[in-house]
Every structure is written in C-alpha cells, then in structure tokens.
C-alpha cells in the first residue's frame, strides 16, 4: 500500500498537475515549464512534449471519450490538444487573469474554467467537437455511444460564433460572484450544476440551464483560500479543500457543512475523487492523503436463530435467515435516528426484549438509539426511540442492561432498559474504543492493548498486547476470540491467553469462525483461513471486498459494500483437510484424500513440512518430489522406483545413504554397483561377511590391477597368500617374506629368499614376530546376512496401510484417540525387536518399575485413583458433589466433596499418613470453604438453598470440582512463621509451618508452576520445622549438658534457613562454643556469619570472636560435628546421620531418621508414618 | 392469579422478595398507591399480610384478611371483580386464616385445605403446602398463578432435595418476559444450580445472579439485608473475596432487626466459607459454635456432625 512504482522526471521544474487516462496506459502532466508531457504507464517515459502555453500550466485533464487535453494555464489561456496527432486544436481565450482550472463535462461538449479575474466560465466545444468527429457522429477514437437525443439535435444546430467569428470553442456563460480569484470549477457528475472554490473562501453552487447559469448558494466556513472543490461522484456532497488545512463536506441541498478534518500543519492544494471505488485523493504540504469519507462496512449483528440484522445503504434494517437464505423487508427506517451522512457504525441486538441499539457518528457527535423492532415485518417502519443519547459506542451486555461509551470523556455508562444510568465509570483516558464480549464484560481497545474488562465488577480480567485492535469475533463455542487489526489477527482463550498470531499483508476487513473452529478472514480481495497452529490458506480471490459474517459449511455469507447479504459458495476441503492432520484425525484427512481432488504444490508443500510425506506422495506424479518424498517418509521401494527412473549421481547417492541407514543391504549394494563404488562395496561385504562377493571383489581388483584395492580386499580376507602376491607384485620383497615368515609360510618365505638372491644369514626379524602366532583375519560377526539388516520392518503408517487399501487392520478410531499411531507403533517396535536381546533384563521386576520417571507413577497413580473412585459411594451426594468426586483426582478435591474416607485413603498410601488428627481443622476448612446457603422463599421452613462454589478456574477448562482453599494463604502464612521465628516465638512459628504443610498435603492445584512453588514451600517447611526443633531442645537442655548444648547449636547452623535466620543460629553456635573455649568452631561459626554479615555491631563481635579465636584454635570439647563433610541430621535423635548410614524418610517432606526410627510417626510432620510406604503427594488435579 | 404488574404493584413484590417485610407493613397501601386495577390494590394487600405473617404479627394480619375478605366481597358486588376470582381470593383469605390458626395453636383445617385443587397453582395451595408439609403439591401448569407455580416447585426441591433443572424456569421466561418473581428464581438457581463446564452459557449463571443482586443491592428500594446475603453468596461463588468481605462488612450496617432466622442461617454459613476460604480458623470456630447452638437440627449442622464422625472413624482406622 501506498508504495512508490516509479520516478517520472522530465520535467524542468515544479509540475502543477497530472491526470490518469480513463482507459489508456498513458496519463499527462503539466508544469512550470510552459510544457505539458504525455507518458506511458507501460514504458514508464514521455511519449511526447506538446507546447504552446506561454506560462505556468495549472491543470490537465483528458476528455472522457475523444483522444483529447485540455490543459489551463497562467497565459490566461485554455488550449485543447489532440494526444493522438499531438496538436493543439483549440485555444479557448477570454479570461483576462490566470486560468488556474478547466475540465470537460463528464458528457457534454462543455468546458468549465475558473481563473483568478473572479469568473467561472462555461464554455460550448460542439463546434469543435463536431469539426474533429466523422460526419456520422463517431469518433477516431471510440464513438459517441452515450450521445442522446438531444446532443443529435444540437448538433445538427449551427454553430455559436464568438466575436472574431470563432465558432469552435465559445463562451457561453461568465459566473461572476467570486469576490477574488476562483481556483477551482467542476461540473456536477449528472445534474446542471457546478461548484466553484476561490480565494474568497468561498465555495459556490451554480446551476444552469439552457439559456442561463446563475448562483444558486454558497458554502461558507473556510479560513482561508478554497484551492480545490469537486463534487461528491455518487453522493449529494460537496467536498472542498482549503488553505485553512481542512477537508470539508458539504450538503449539496441545503449547503451546510456535514463534516470537516483538519489537519494540524498543513494547507490542502488539491482534491480528487478516485473514478470508482469510495476513495478521495488530498494533496497538502507535506505528501498526499487518501481516505473514505465514510466507511462502507455495513454494520451488523445476529441472534441466536440463524439470522443476521444488517443495515442496508438505505439506513434501514433488514433481517437475513442463514437457514433459508432469505432476506427480509426491511424492518424499520433509520433515516430519521441515525446522525445525516454518518453511516451506523454498530448495531446490538437484544433478543429477550426484541430491541436494538445503534451508534453512529464519531467523536462528540456520535450518538446512540434505543428501539424495539417490530414483531411483525411490515416494511420500513418509523421505530419508537426508548432511549438516546451521546455516545461512540453502544451495546448490550445483559439481557437488561447495555453500555455506552463516550470516547472524549472517557466515560462507561451502563443503562438499564429504561435507558437510565445505573452506574458511570471511567476508564483509562487511553481507551478508544470498546466492543462486546461475553455477557458482562466488554474489551477496552487501546492503542497497544486489548482488556477483558468486567462492567459489573469493574476489574480487568484480561490482558494482550496487541496494537490497534478495531474488531472481535468470539468462535461459535464461545472458546476463543479472534481480535482483528489492519495486518494482524490475534486468537486467544477464554483466558485471553495468545493462541495464535499472525500477520497478513493485505488489510484485513472482517472475520468468522465456521463450524469446525476455523476462522475464515477477509482481506480487502481475498477469503482466507487460518488454524489454530497458525497455518493459513486462501480460500477465494473478492472481486470486491466483503465483510464476513457467518461461515457454515460450504456457505460463507458475506455482507458487501452495497449493504447486501451475498452467500458465497467456498470450497472448506483444504482447511478442513489441514485441521484433520493437525488434531491427528486420520479418517477423515483419508476420507478427505479419497473424496476430493486437493492438488496442488501448496498442499504438498505443507504436507512435507507438516510431516506427512506419506500423505504427500499421493497426490505427486514427478519423479523427482515423489523420490524426495518417499525419501522422507522412508519408503525405500518407491524411493528405488524412481531412482531407476531419473538416474542421476545424487539421487542413487542419496538412496544409497537413506538404504545404509535403514540397513536395507541390497538396495545399499545396489547403490555403490551403480555408482561403482568399489572399495565401499568391498566393505560392505566385509561388513556383512559376504566373502564369495569379497572374493569377487578381489578378482575384479587383480583384473583392473588396482593394487591398492586388490590389497584392502586380501586383507578384509584374509587371504595372507594374496597379500603376498601383492608384496611381491610391487616390489615389496621384504614386506612379502616377512609376511609369509609371520604367518609360519615358510616355504613360500623360502621361495622369496631364493627368488630374491639372499641368504636366510643376511635377515634378522624381530622375535616377537617369530613367535606370535599367526593372527589370522577377523571375520563378520554377523555371517548369516545375506539378507537386510536385522531390524525389525519399519511399520507402514497410518496412511500408508490405508492408502494401499489394507482397512482391515486399521482402528482408526483407537489409534486418533490415543493420540496417533507413532509412538504405540514405535513401542511395538522396540518391544518386537529387542524381546530376546541380551540388553534386556528379563528380572526387571514390578517394584523396579517404580524407579521409572513420573509418567510412570502417574499412570500407576490413575488407576489407583480410578479404583478408589470406582469404591466412593456417591449415591446420597447432590448432583454437584457428584460430579466433583467424579472428576477428584486430588485429596483436596475429595474433601471438598465430602468424601473425606478417600482423600484420607490417598494420604495413607501416597505419603503414608497415618495420623489424621492434626487435619482436621484443615478438612473441615476445604469442605466449609465450597459450601453457601441462601434464603429463596421465606415462608417455607425450608426454603434455603445449597449452593456449592466450584473451583473457577478448572470449571473453565472443563472440569468441575469443588473449590479448594489454601494456595493463596501460603506466602502469607510463610511471612507468618518467619516473622513468629524471628520474634523468639518458636512453637508458635514451627505450628505454621505446620499448618502450611496440612494445606499443601490437601490442595488441589491447577499448573506446574503452583506445584513447584508448592514444592519449594515445603523445604522450608521442613528446614524451618528440623532447625526449631532442635533450637528448642538445645534450649530444654540442662546447664551441665555442654557437649549436647554445643552440638545442637552447631545442628541448628546447618539447617537451610533464609540468611537473615541462619544469622541467628551462627551467632547462637558462635557464642556457644567461644564460651565453651570451643575456639575452633567458633571461629568456623564466625566466618559462616561474616559471610552473610559484613558489617554492623554484630558483624564487629563476630570478628572479634574470629580473630581471638583464630589465635588459638583449639576445642576444649569434642563434639560431633562436621561442617565439611556430607552428612544429614536425624530429625528423631538430631544426630548426623553420615553418608553411607541407613536413612529411612517419611514421604510428605522427605525427612531423614535413623534406622531405629522406622514405623513411628514423623517429629516434623506429627502425621507421616516414617518409612511408609507411598507415591508421593499428588498436588494437582 | 399472574397479572402483569403495573409499577406500584412492582415495586411491593421487589420489596416483598427482597426481605424487606417491615417497609411494606408500614405502607399505607390505600393512600400511598394509586392501583389502576383493583386487582392490584388486593394483591398488594396480600403481600402485606404475607409480610406480617412473616414477621409473626399474626393479630394485625387476622384483621387485614378480615379487611380484605370485605374488599373481595364489595367489589364483587360491584362488579369490579368476576365471581369465579372472587371466589379464589376469598379461598386465599380462608387459608390465610387458618394457617394463623395454624401458627397460634397448631391446628389443621383439614376441610378447608383438602377442598383447594391441587392442580392449579394457588396462594391457597401454597400455604396448604406449608402447614400440610408432608404433602407432595406440583400443579402441572404455571397458568393462573405462575408466582404460586414457582414457589411450589421450590417446596418440593427443598423437601426431595433435588435439584430443579434451571430450563424449566428459563423456559418460562418466553412467556412471563416482565415476571419479577421469575427473575427472583432464575437469579437463586443460578447460584444454585450445578456448575457444568457450559453452566457460564446458561441465564442462570452466577454472574448473572450477581448483577442481579449487585443491582438490588445498590436500588435504596431493594437494598436489604436478604439481598446483601445473596450478594455475599454470589461473590463467594464467584471468587470474590475482597468484595465478599466488603459485603459482610456491610451487613454489619443494615438493621439485623426483622432478618428472618432462615437468612442468618445463611449468612452464618457463608461467613463460614469465608472464613474458611481466608484459613480464618478462630472466626471459622466461632461461627461454626453459633451455628451449632442457634440451629442445631439444620441440616448444615447435621452434615457437619456426619462429617465429624466419618473424621474420628478415619483417625482410629489408621492410628
């Protein structure tokens, strides 16, 4: 858009105008030079230079019909030039000041001028016309089709003349009313009528008739100098430009201004209206400008029965039933509600009370309309407003309630259907706009953000990045939402999570979800598609553009610029083909391949990079992309087929790679006896320990009398005999004796010596080689090869089995339901292929299987689970708690239902719970937590009503469970116990660690990201419980227990707490062991606490104690304690347990205790049996 | 009887099922309203003594039934009502009467009340239901009375304790569009009925409930202490704690006086889950003694002894 195609610079000087031949490839130009320059579009040069003006030329424009310029110029001149002869045919003379306009009339032989000596004039060319037309009325250059009665009849008139008896070009009217010089006269598409703009900022209508042209009313609000004024081509508009830097619009009719753009710095010169589509053309200061003034998309809502309420380009509503692909008549007029020459920008629909808001115009001037639609279509009817008022935007978002928007206040008002604000809010000054999204919430659209905002709750639920966001269209199911800018589509969930986004070219104008979850997208000449992954196709090519508003099987219905309903017929196979690969649904990508004719390089492309080549290659007939195919999905048969057929090096070189690596031998030997790669052919058959071949190879050497070749292969067989003939066939006399000598050949060793004429004395050989037997030759391990490689057959695929037509074995149900065949089909490889390998151990036995990763566990786990599920008695249950113990896979999540026997049978076997007394408040916390109550009817004794909170989040993916309280406390609670520790209050402080340990065993959570915090917790939980622990005993020691009372200072120092507690433990070991005249370790306790703490009072004590310390660096009392080496505290007897020891743990923190401990309950946990056994805990649901 | 309600009838039923009982005892209903129907002026006047029964004024609503059965009666004769409707208000006032009688001394007008046709909905078969407890009353059309279709069809709810399918009173929006009493119900179910992974699509959904009571609660007209405590439930349900604390808050300011028991039964319970959601144990145990010293034979507090019980088993079976 908008990009530059070329540079014309013939010119000498500033060129005033320029203007596009309706139907050549040619458009003329004007300029400074006096000169006016015809070029080609096609060559992209000047044809021709045509001359005559004496000045300046300000305009040109070519005749509609006839091969003719017109151009004006500061000579005061007007000249009409032939482009075919490329002469000058008419100076039009009479304007005393410069002409600074003149154009033909679209159909009649007129001209109309405007020059700065403040006159418009009109001037009559059927002379000319006439003088330059065969006598029969046609043309040399097409013919006067359009010329009617009339135009017969004034010609066959004679001749006007002017003064000198001029009758090719006549004035026939002079407007004067300009009070200064006019710049600008257009002559009215159709009517009599022409629009003059000038200097004294006025614009003015002129009519005429035959006889006469007079004033008809002027159009004032310009600043300054109007340059430019035309007539709107379709509309009953004026459109002027001024040098005050507007644009502005004004109602032929009445004259008043409708509308008005102003730009901040820049004077307009010039304004053009493009021949055909809804664009204007603004030249200024600094570039060119080209807008709608107005937009052409009609606006456009549905309800929930299959039907479409639109409003026409007559401002009325209609309805379109999708079913019937009926159109309605129209329902009610708009004309009289909407804002004049502003076209309805929304429209919302209310179903329950059959009414309808609508918004037009922008900015202070928008408004909305409130109006019930009539129940029976009687035609355009005058609606009854119920409400209106100021606003930019306006929809329903309740049943009861609707919003509107004031963009300059930035204020949300929600109405109810009495059209009475029942609450105001205002939003961020960067709002521009809003849409409807669910019912209740809106999107806020900001210039680099989309919000999901709550209108009741007044909070934002959602946020994306994305910038200029202008449309959104929810998928059928309501799952996703597809946000559309001018070059962007993003789709999110209905968490407003990124699912997708994607950047197209072309502007996008509207989009629509079919059935399947596809969303199909115009642009301004195209129907696209694009999937959820991203993937994207064109579906149609638009003649024109089209706004998309419901997709439904073949039939995308499409609302056009003229206000219709159109149904295009489309053709869904490839997205719906590309969909079914995608979600690995195979029958129907085959029953797709079997009923449609998808061809193309597209499809194949995408198959290819999508990773089915297999799918690919059936819609391929070049032998080339089908070896490249097949060579991809690894069939070798079809590969070989077409290698035969094309031939070339790389294609056998590449077979022949593909055939090594499957280990398909004969296609590999295939390959190199094709390529005559010999030597690796030579290897191959030593490889596979085909000696007859090797042998062969051997002869074929001895025959080429390749010596190198004939050597490598003597060796491969071992053949010392050969080998000794090779030596010696080279010369290498020595080499062949000392070989016939190693081997123990010494007659042939004899024979050498006596051939080569020396004695046995003049030979000494290392003895090492006398005395090592011969070695001999290694052979093949694998000899029984002369078939392929012992793997097992690479199994067809899916749609290998399926296209060679062997349905029999395909369950294509099973095999799409458990998620594609691969990886069952590379199991069933594996398990095939290596069932009596060695590598194997068949003891593997079933408790080993629980040391495999988590996917293991979770599976065990599952049916576990189902089990437990399978016993849970959830016959009394109302039907909420069912499902939620239904889809229970947590024993949070069995708490919350109330089936407190299976979370506490999960907590025994999944962390060996065996104390339960500790959870109660907690069960009794996560059942209370889902359960309400409200009062319905009061007079009933009864007439509360159970209500039950699900967790939000998990109903939203689809599965209801009941709300588990807990995550959202633990970082509070964590602050909690740090804070309790840091003020001294230890058993306070180890209780809530506790407690967060009840509520993790007991939550219920939704992602990894809650586990792992989950799981960080409770390290600290067990640190912090193991650290106090042991400071309490420390301080429950009597005074003459020194030994003990320094040992457990030090335990306390290796526990993980956060640097600002261990400092606290430093210091207690520190001062500990300095006053036991332990010097040693208090100085290791001192540098510990320098390491954390550099400065302050206690940093100073500390180096004190580190620097007396260090001076003598004994310990009077030996205490176990090693800082250095591997070891872990028994939570039980706080003693270290040192690697190598048994530890036996419990299984919710993971807690070590010596031997002696096990089958007690957990000091830490005070509920986990130490050494139970369990899974682990299972956190999410 | 259904009758499109005209606004001075509208605002006494919003008032009437937002709780507000005490407000509509104290209007004056012949000089305060204007009904255009005289039909209206004695609905209203049912609902005013519906109030007082409520709030156990049962002598002034004796003489308000008395008033009105006049009223029925000089209206029929002056044709302002038909005899056929006469006769249904006049069987209404009987049944009104005798549930008073019920109330004060405890006894059954077994004639009276096996006379009133159980298939048609009526406020006479409502109250039948209500003093005839045990007796299963599902007239099989909302016509006539939809308010009295409606209300029995919550009885039964309560007393099988199934769930009643939110379409069947959605469906009846097609046809009572402007019934208060039908928004009142689908805005309960929608707290109530059984979340789905579709329930959102529903009219009767938590949101929607919420911004009905959110609106009720914010009309000065209908902002009541019932009301505040289906609003608590509604941000509970939707997982709106910081606003469900500002709501009970709140309540502590609107006059607890008239709150019937049934409604602090539910407030109890939900202060409950927000303490409990909020890990608020020592406010958690407070309520949870509240609840089981004021209603010790609700089924709440049953199921938490139940629960309590299956808990102790639990800790024995593994110690």
């Known amino acids: ?159 006007q003349q002017d003064i000198f008896g001029n009758t090719d070009a006549v004035v026939k009217y002079v407007l004067e009313g300009h009070d200064k010089g006019v710049n600008w006269a257009s002559f009215h598409p159709e009517l009599p009528l022409i629009v003059s703009g000038g200097d004294d900022r006025a614009v003015k209508l002129w009519r005429m008739s035959e006889t006469r042209a007079w004033e008809v009313d002027g159009c004032r609000g310009h600043t300054n100098n109007v340059p430019c004024v035309l007539f709107h081509p379709t509309e009953d508009l004026i459109i002027s430009v001024g040098e005050d830097k507007t644009i502005r619009t004004w109602d032929l009719n009445s004259r008043s201004p409708v509308k008005q753009f102003k730009r901040e710095n820049d004077r307009f010169w010039m304004i053009v209206a493009h021949p055909n589509i809804n664009l204007f053309a603004a030249c200024h200061d600094s570039g060119v400008m080209v807008f709608k003034l107005d937009r052409e998309r009609p606006a456009s809502t549905q309800n929930q029965l299959q039907e479409l309420f639109y409003i026409n380009n007559d401002n009325q509503v209609q309805k379109y039933n999708f079913s019937s692909k009926a159109t309605s008549l129209p329902l009610l007029s708009l004309k009289k509600i909407a804002l004049p020459w502003n076209k309805i920008k929304n429209i919302s629909y209310n179903a329950s009370e059959n009414s309808m808001l609508i918004q037009s115009g922008d900015n202070d001037t928008g408004i909305y309309s409130y109006f019930n639609l009539p129940k029976e279509i009687v035609g355009a009817l005058e609606p009854s407003v119920r409400g209106e008022g100021k606003a930019n935007s306006a929809y329903f978002i309740a049943r009861n309630r609707f919003v509107t928007f004031l963009k300059s206040s930035h204020k949300l008002n929600v109405h109810d259907l009495n059209n009475n604000v029942t609450k105001a809010i205002t939003l961020d000054s960067d709002v521009k706009d809003i849409i409807p999204a669910t019912p209740g919430c809106i999107l806020l659209l900001k210039p680099t953000t989309v919000v999901l905002y709550d209108v009741q709750q007044k909070k934002e639920i959602g946020l994306l990045q994305m910038s200029n966001a202008k449309y959104a269209v929810w998928s059928n199911d309501g799952q996703y939402l597809a946000l559309l800018s001018k070059h962007t589509i993003v789709i999110v969930n209905k968490k407003f999570e990124t699912v997708m986004s994607m950047h197209e070219t072309i502007r996008i104008k509207s989009a629509a979800w079919d059935d399947t979850g596809v969303l199909l997208y115009s642009t301004l000449n195209h129907i696209k598609y694009v999937l959820l992954n991203g993937d994207k196709g064109t579906i149609k090519t638009l003649e024109n553009t089209m706004y998309i508003t419901k997709v439904q099987n073949s039939n995308c219905f499409c609302l056009n610029r003229r206000g219709e309903v159109e149904c295009l017929e489309i053709d869904p196979t490839e997205y719906r083909f590309k969909k079914a690969l995608i979600n690995k649904k195979f029958n129907e990508v085959l029953r797709i391949i079997k009923n449609s004719n998808l061809v193309g390089e597209n499809i194949i492309a995408y198959l290819e990079k999508s990773g089915y080549p297999e799918v690919a290659l059936q819609f391929v007939q070049d032998p080339e992309t089908r070896f490249d195919l097949s060579i991809e999905c690894h069939d070798l048969t079809v590969a070989l087929s077409e290698a035969k057929k094309i031939n070339t090096k790389p294609i056998w070189e590449k077979l022949g790679r593909e055939a090594l690596s499957q280990g398909n031998i004969e296609i590999v030997e295939l390959v190199y006896q094709q390529l005559h790669l010999l030597d690796k052919l030579s290897f191959l058959y030593l490889a596979t320990g085909d000696e007859n071949k090797l042998s062969k190879m051997a002869d074929i050497a001895e025959k080429r009398e390749d010596i190198g070749s004939l050597f490598t292969n003597s060796i491969y067989l071992g053949d010392v005999e050969r080998k000794i003939q090779t030596f010696l066939h080279t010369g290498l006399t020595p080499l062949a004796y000392a070989t016939a000598k190693s081997n123990g050949l010494d007659d042939i060793a004899e024979k050498i010596l006596a051939d080569a004429g020396v004695d046995l004395k003049d030979i000494s050989l290392p003895d090492q080689l006398l005395k090592s037997k011969p070695s001999g030759v290694l052979k093949p391990i694998n000899k029984t090869t002369s078939k392929n490689w012992p793997l097992s057959e690479a199994k067809l695929s899916f749609f290998e089995q399926a296209l060679s037509g062997n349905f029999e074995e395909l369950q294509l149900e099973d095999k799409a339901a458990n998620g594609g065949s691969t990886i069952n089909e590379k199991s069933d490889m594996i398990d095939s292929s290596f069932a009596d390998d060695d590598y194997i151990d068949d003891n593997l036995g079933e408790e080993d299987a629980w040391d495999l990763g988590d996917d293991d566990l979770d599976v065990e786990l599952d049916n576990a689970e189902e089990e437990i599920e399978n016993q849970t008695d959830t016959s009394k249950l109302p039907k909420e708690l069912k499902t939620w113990v239904k889809n229970s896979k947590t024993p949070g999540a069995y708490i919350a239902a109330g089936k407190f026997d299976t979370a506490a049978s999960m907590l025994n076997k999944q962390a060996g719970i065996k104390n339960f007394e500790p959870f109660r408040q907690r069960f009794l916390e996560v059942y209370t937590a889902s359960k309400l109550n409200i009062s319905t009817f009061d007079e009933e004794s009864s007439g509360n009503l159970p209500v039950y909170i699900s967790d939000v989040e998990k109903a939203n993916d689809g599965k209801v469970l009941g709300l588990v309280p807990g995550y959202d406390q633990l970082e509070e609670l964590v602050q909690e116990g740090f804070r309790l520790f840091k003020s001294n209050q230890l058993e306070s402080s180890i209780g809530i660690f506790r407690k967060i340990i009840y509520i993790i065993a007991t939550l219920s959570l939704t992602s990894d990201e809650e586990e792992s915090k989950c799981k960080e917790i409770l390290d600290i939980c067990k640190e912090y419980i193991i650290g106090l622990q042991i400071e309490l005993a420390r301080r429950a020691l009597p005074p003459a227990e020194i030994k003990r009372n320094l040992e457990l200072a030090a335990y306390f120092t290796h526990v993980k707490l956060q640097p600002a507690h261990r400092l606290n433990a430093l210091q207690v070991a520190m001062t500990q062991s300095f006053k036991a005249k332990n010097y040693h370790y208090a100085s290791y306790f001192a540098t510990e606490f320098l390491k954390i703490m550099s400065s302050g009072n206690r940093a100073e004590q500390a180096r004190k104690i580190q620097a007396k310390a260090e001076n003598i660096a004994t310990d009077a009392i030996s205490i176990d304690f090693d800082p250095f080496t591997d070891w872990e505290i028994c939570a039980g007897d706080f003693v270290p347990i040192y690697k190598g020891e048994e530890i036996i743990r419990e299984k919710i923190l993971g807690v070590g205790y010596s031997k002696s401990w096990k089958g007690k309950i957990c000091k830490i946990t005070l509920v986990s049996e130490i050494g139970g056994i369990g899974s682990g805990l299972r956190l999410r649901n | 009887m259904y009758l499109t309600p005209e606004k001075e009838l509208y605002t006494v039923i919003q008032q009437y099922y937002s709780g507000k009982y005490a407000e509509i005892v104290a209007l004056d209903l012949d000089t305060e309203f204007d009904f255009s129907n005289v039909l209206y002026d004695i609905e209203a006047h049912f609902y005013k003594i519906r109030s007082l029964l409520l709030l156990e004024n049962y002598k002034e609503a004796a003489e308000f039934l008395a008033d009105l059965e006049k009223r029925i009666v000089s209206n029929n004769e002056n044709d302002l009502i038909d005899a056929k409707t006469a006769q249904v208000l006049l069987t209404d006032v009987k049944v009104l009467n005798s549930f008073i009688d019920f109330k004060k001394l405890n006894s059954i007008d077994n004639e009276l009340l096996d006379s009133i046709d159980d298939a048609t909905p009526s406020l006479a078969l409502v109250y039948k239901g209500i003093i005839k407890s045990d007796q299963n009353l599902s007239p099989s059309s909302p016509d006539l009375d939809l308010e009295s279709y409606i209300h029995l069809l919550f009885a039964n ?100 006086a008239d709150a019937l028991p049934s409604w602090n039964y539910s407030l109890l319970i939900n202060k409950i889950a927000l303490n409990s959601i909020t890990s608020n144990t020592t406010e958690r145990e407070e309520l949870l003694t509240q609840i089981e010293k004021n209603y010790p034979a609700s089924s709440y507090v049953n199921d938490l002894k139940e629960k309590n019980e299956l808990f102790d088993s639990i800790v024995s079976t593994y110690n």
């Open chain 1, 1 to 159: 858009m908008g990009t530059l195609i070329d540079r014309f610079e013939d010119h000498d000087g500033p060129v005033r105008c320029v203007a596009f031949h309706p139907t050549q490839p040619i458009f003329v130009s004007g300029g400074d030079d006096y000169t006016i320059k015809v070029w080609s579009t096609q060559t992209r040069k000047c044809m021709f230079t045509l001359t005559g003006h004496l000045d300046y030329v300000r305009t040109v424009f070519f005749h509609h019909e006839l091969p003719w310029i017109i151009s004006a110029s500061d000579d005061q001149t007007i000249r009409i030039w032939n482009w075919q002869n490329r002469k000058e045919i008419a100076c039009l003379t009479g304007h005393n000041h410069y002409v600074m306009c003149a154009q033909f009339h679209p159909k009649q032989d007129l001209v109309v001028s405007a020059s700065l000596d403040q006159t418009v004039r009109v001037w009559d060319i059927s002379g000319l016309v006439k003088k330059h037309s065969a006598p029969s009325g046609a043309s040399s250059f097409g013919g006067h089709s359009s010329m009617n009665q009339f135009d017969q009849y004034s010609r066959n008139q004679p001749p």
């Open chain 2, 157 to 256: 709810f309560a007393s099988d304790n199934k769930e009643i399918d939110p379409n069947t009173i959605i469906g009846l929006k097609n046809h009572y569009s402007d019934s208060l009493i039908l928004d009142f119900a689908i805005a309960w179910l929608g707290l109530s009925a059984p979340t789905t992974p579709n329930s959102d699509q529903s009219v009767a959904n938590p949101k929607n409930s919420y911004y009905f009571f959110d609106e009720l609660s914010s009309s000065a007209n209908t902002d009541s202490v019932k009301n505040a405590i289906n609003l608590l439930a509604c941000h509970l349900k939707l997982g709106n704690v910081p606003e469900a604390l500002e709501v009970t808050e709140k309540l502590k300011t609107l006059s607890s």
